[in-house]
């Protein structure tokens, strides 16, 4: 049985984001690399964001099919995605939600306004607008009042705020919610508390590295001391 992700509509869509990434990103990410050449290896935050805007910076396809596969397995119903860029993970997720049935959400944040409209364009083009709200702003602003319970947390932004927003969104997760975090091997000194914090013994989260793009880290919130966020 095909599924909304095979759809020719869907399949049109992702196909022109992946082909407009793969001609656009290696420029944009050769000249940052340029850039923090020349004044060194921590850069302002503003201005990378700035060098990065027209970046996609998308999931590879077989991590996309992978979201597809751990949304739909668990009936995600409410999903977050931290850092939407143009959508295309949002896409896979959506087509997840649609599959599972029955009044599902994906709620992602971007902070550019323009990264948001084309997020939206592309969304509506794969006929799958109508499943996601995408919130503009700081992600600890918009996301901090997402209603639980919470099914599935894609966290791919800035590698510095995976525990911060993790945290924040940890009192609605439903008791058996997944959490995966994109890209292991970008800025890993960023990443290190949030991969101490879910691997931690009594942590509340069960954790696994899949060997997938740059690698993700795959966890499942199941309670501890009592919490057992929004179920």
Same mark, same amino acid.
């Given at each position: 049985?095909?599924?909304?992700?095979?759809?020719?509509?869907?399949? /049109?869509?992702? &196909? *022109?984001? %992946?082909? &407009? $990434?793969?001609? +656009? &990103?290696?420029?944009?990410?050769?000249? @940052?690399?340029?850039?923090?050449e020349r004044r060194g290896p921590s850069p &302002?935050?503003?201005?990378?964001?700035?060098?990065?805007?027209? $970046?996609?910076?998308?999931?590879?396809?077989?991590?996309?099919?992978?979201?597809?596969?751990?949304? %739909? $397995?668990?009936?995600?119903?409410?999903? @977050?995605?931290?850092?939407?860029?143009? +959508?295309?993970?949002t896409v896979f997720l959506a087509a997840a939600v649609r599959d599972a049935g029955g009044g +599902? *959400?994906?709620?992602?944040?971007?902070?550019?306004?323009?990264?948001?409209?084309? $997020? /939206?364009h592309n969304l509506e083009e794969s006929g799958l607008g109508e499943l996601v709200e995408i919130r503009e702003g700081d992600a600890l602003v918009t996301l901090r009042d997402v209603e639980g319970p919470i099914d599935l947390v894609l966290l791919d932004g800035w590698k510095n705020l995976y525990l911060p927003v993790l945290q924040m969104l940890e009192p609605r997760l439903r008791r058996g919610a997944l959490i995966v975090a994109d890209d292991l091997d970008i800025a890993p000194d960023d990443l290190r508390p949030y991969l101490e914090y879910v691997r931690g013994a009594g942590s509340g989260y069960g954790s696994v590295e899949i060997p997938l793009g740059d690698r993700l880290e795959v966890s499942c919130w199941h309670g501890r001391d009592g919490r057992e966020g929004g179920a």
């Open positions: 049985m095909s599924t909304t992700l095979d759809s020719p509509r869907v399949q /049109r869509t992702l &196909d *022109r984001l %992946f082909q &407009d $990434a793969d001609s +656009g &990103d290696p420029g944009i990410i050769a000249r @940052v690399r340029g850039d923090l &302002d935050p503003e201005r990378l964001a700035h060098l990065l805007a027209d $970046a996609y910076l998308p999931v590879s396809r077989e991590v996309g099919r992978l979201l597809h596969l751990l949304a %739909f $397995a668990t009936r995600a119903r409410t999903v @977050v995605e931290f850092g939407t860029s143009f +959508g295309i993970s +599902g *959400r994906v709620i992602g944040s971007e902070m550019h306004p323009e990264k948001v409209r084309r $997020a /939206r």
